[in-house]
């Protein structure tokens, strides 16, 4: 099984400034990887496809990087709306997520 | 639009069956795959298991020998069957889905909160 590890666990921010979320396979996905964001009490929101692919919709402060197994969800200037959990998601082979990032208010 | 809805019992009994069904309206069953992702309350995300346009199925290793994904196409539904559930079974179920040409989720389930408890 592929496992993914993400870092930080948690990232205390300001709003505007900008922050990188790190996702790492523990064996080459190529770029078979996937961001969402969770806030509270609501369903996963697709933000980034096959590592730096944009969403319809999705802001264009968000953007992902990597490819084999490491990986970045990059978040330009953030704001209030961005406070939540972030999760990757691999589906090189069968289907992990990552046990998430929570940007949360400095 | 693209919907999916999750529905099923609140409370299961421990040792007991869950029964839940994804109905979902917009796409085609016979197009896209749905899935099964649980969460525990306060943790991440458990992919559990497919059914794939084509009628075909797979599990999480870990959930395999309890789980039975199936599906009424005439309905717009699929199942999920998950047998001698736990406490820490307890969670938000949710349905999703993606498609062959891309296998991100794309659309999903506002979830069901499922409670194991006598």
């Known amino acids: 099984n592929i496992v993914l590890t993400q870092s930080p666990a948690t990232l205390s921010v300001t709003p505007g400034e900008s922050v990188s979320l790190s996702c790492r396979a523990s064996q080459s996905i190529s770029t078979s990887i996937h961001w969402y964001q969770q806030k509270s009490n609501e369903s996963p929101r697709l933000l980034i496809k096959y590592a730096s692919q944009s969403i319809s919709g999705i802001p264009s402060r968000f953007s992902g990087s990597g490819s084999g197994t490491d990986f970045t969800l990059s978040i330009n200037r953030v704001e209030s709306e961005d406070f939540s959990i972030y999760y990757c998601q691999q589906s090189y082979s069968s289907y992990t997520f990552g046990a998430g990032t929570k940007l949360e208010l400095k | 639009q693209v919907q999916l809805k999750e529905s099923g019992p609140g409370l299961v009994q421990p040792s007991q069956t869950l029964s839940l069904t994804c109905t979902v309206s917009?796409?085609?069953?016979?197009?896209?795959?749905v899935h099964w992702v649980r969460q525990p309350p306060g943790k991440g995300l458990e992919w559990m298991g497919r059914?794939?346009?084509?009628?075909?199925?797979s599990y999480n290793s870990a959930l395999k020998s309890r789980l039975s994904i199936s599906r009424d196409t005439s309905k717009n539904q699929v199942f999920l069957k998950m047998n001698s559930l736990q406490t820490d079974d307890t969670g938000t179920y949710y349905c999703?889905?993606?498609?062959?040409?891309?296998?991100?989720?794309?659309?999903w389930g506002q979830g069901v909160m499922v409670t194991v408890s006598s």
């Open positions: 999703t889905r993606d498609h062959d040409s891309g296998h991100y989720f794309d659309y």
């Open positions: 917009g796409f085609s069953l016979t197009s896209y795959n």
């Open positions: 059914m794939r346009y084509n009628g075909d199925t």
